[in-house]
């Protein structure tokens, strides 16, 4: 069945520091790759997300990388902040119901 | 002007209760969603909704029964409350392609007592 596989579970970086957490998705037919963060109490919200056309994609400190062939995806954050300290979600979703396959979510601590 | 509401924020509630979670969303999607996500932060999909037509429903028990009287409101019945019920269910839409952002609601903490 549809699945996505999330490591680690936990991160913890010194500020300034780089971040990677990686994502694994089984249905080959999966084509839009999000990445949420969720803070403590917040709703999830979106802050990159890839289309299988494209094999990476930037906004200022985050990136993301796809390998289509490998089913893998990459969320990386530079220059990690406090305020990156958060519970970042991949997701995968073959977009005919727009409905989403989660990873399990990675805790990112980023220490002072 | 909140995207995707939902109400209650919070719900306590007793064993065998029926409650009921209201979700609208003023962003114009043609689909929307409900996700729940269980005490180790686990995101999974319950429903979804595309202009009042059902067309996810993942293996959720019928205690559970989502209602959309039109394409802007999804609404979360539940019944006969179970202590397993207990976690954060998330509305949320997106336009009707699916291959574009979902906007969550700001989430209802569900505690079955």
């Known amino acids: 069945g549809e699945n996505v596989e999330q490591h680690p579970s936990t991160l913890s970086v010194q500020e300034g520091d780089s971040a990677v957490i990686k994502c694994t998705y089984s249905d080959s037919a999966s084509n839009y790759f999000p990445w949420y963060k969720q803070e403590l109490g917040k709703r999830p919200q979106l802050i990159i997300d890839?289309?299988?056309?494209?094999g990476e994609k930037k906004d200022q400190r985050i990136a993301v990388t796809l390998n289509k062939t490998a089913k893998h995806f990459s969320l990386h954050i530079t220059e990690t902040q406090p305020e990156d300290s958060a519970v970042y979600f991949c997701a995968a979703s073959k977009g005919d119901t727009g409905k989403l396959i989660f990873g399990q979510g990675t805790t990112l601590q980023v220490k002072p | 002007d909140t995207a995707v509401s939902q109400t209650p924020k919070y719900l306590v509630t007793q064993m065998g209760n029926d409650k009921s979670i209201k979700c609208e969303q003023n962003l114009g999607h043609d689909t929307m969603y409900w996700y729940k996500q269980d005490s180790k932060k686990f995101l999974k999909i319950m429903f979804s909704y595309n202009n009042k037509e059902l067309i996810i429903n993942e293996t959720v028990p019928n205690r559970f029964s989502p209602k959309s009287p039109d394409k802007a409101h999804l609404n979360l019945h539940i019944n006969s409350l179970e202590l397993g019920d207990s976690a954060v269910y998330f509305c949320a839409s997106s336009p009707a392609t699916g291959l574009s952002e979902a906007f969550f609601g700001q989430g209802t903490r569900l505690t079955v007592v």
């Open positions: 890839i289309r299988s056309n494209v």
